[in-house]
T-cell receptor, first 115, second 113 residues
């Protein structure tokens, strides 16, 4: 079945420094959809970014990611972290013909931004 | 105002008992889902429903039964509860189809003792 692998555990960084969270995936489908969801403390997960176009950068709220099918990767980046970016980040995959829009999530990466 | 309402927010249950987790969405979506988030595990897809019909079931155990009385309701009945069922259960919804944004509720945290 599908699987998503992310940087595990806690990533701690200083405000103003760049952020990069790794995400790689495995799927039998040639046209998967990739997503980044963010979950702040005591909140529900919400969509941050999505893409299904190879080698096209997608951006939202200062974050960006590019789907690279050649390396099965969809890394999340931000040039300058803010304190409010502290949250749990999930990379997720959806099959192109999923009857029920099933999302397969990675384990999640917790980000802590310090002043 | 929350658009996906889950009740209760917290739930403690005794092993062997039965509970129902409630979910209503007011986003006008035609597809609803249940996901589970256990400690040290990724968010895990359980069910998807569209127009009150089961579309996908990735839950091996028949102890988990979704119930849809209305288009915007998808409750989750769990019978013969076990401590391993302890998790946060998220209800979600979207427009039916791939690549549509899935919106999540705030979850019900279930603890089975």
């Amino acid at each position: 079945g599908d699987s998503v692998t992310q940087t595990e555990g806690l990533v701690t960084l200083t405000e103003g420094l760049p952020v990069m969270l790794n995400c790689t995936y495995q799927t039998i489908y040639s046209n998967p959809f990739l997503f980044w969801y963010v979950q702040h403390l005591n909140e529900s997960p919400r969509l941050l970014l999505k893409s299904f176009t190879d080698n096209k950068r997608t951006e939202h709220q200062g974050f960006h990611a590019t789907l690279h099918k050649s390396s099965s990767s969809f890394h999340l980046q931000k040039s300058s972290a803010q304190l409010s970016d502290s949250a749990l980040y999930y990379c997720a995959l959806s099959e192109p013909n999923s009857a029920g829009n099933k999302l397969t999530f990675g384990i999640g990466t917790r980000v802590l931004v310090r002043p | 105002d929350p658009k996906i309402i889950q009740k209760p927010k917290y739930l403690v249950a005794v092993t062997g008992s039965e509970k129902i987790l409630i979910c209503e969405q007011y986003l006008g979506h035609n597809a609803m889902y249940w996901y589970r988030q256990s400690a040290k595990k990724p968010l895990e897809f359980m069910f998807s429903y569209s127009y009150q019909k089961l579309m996908d079931n990735q839950t091996a155990s028949s102890r988990f039964q979704p119930q849809s009385s209305k288009k915007n309701h998808l409750d989750l009945q769990i019978t013969a509860l076990k401590p391993d069922d302890s998790a946060t259960y998220f209800c979600a919804s979207s427009q039916f189809g791939t690549n549509t944004e899935v919106f999540f509720g705030k979850g019900t945290r279930l603890t089975v003792v």
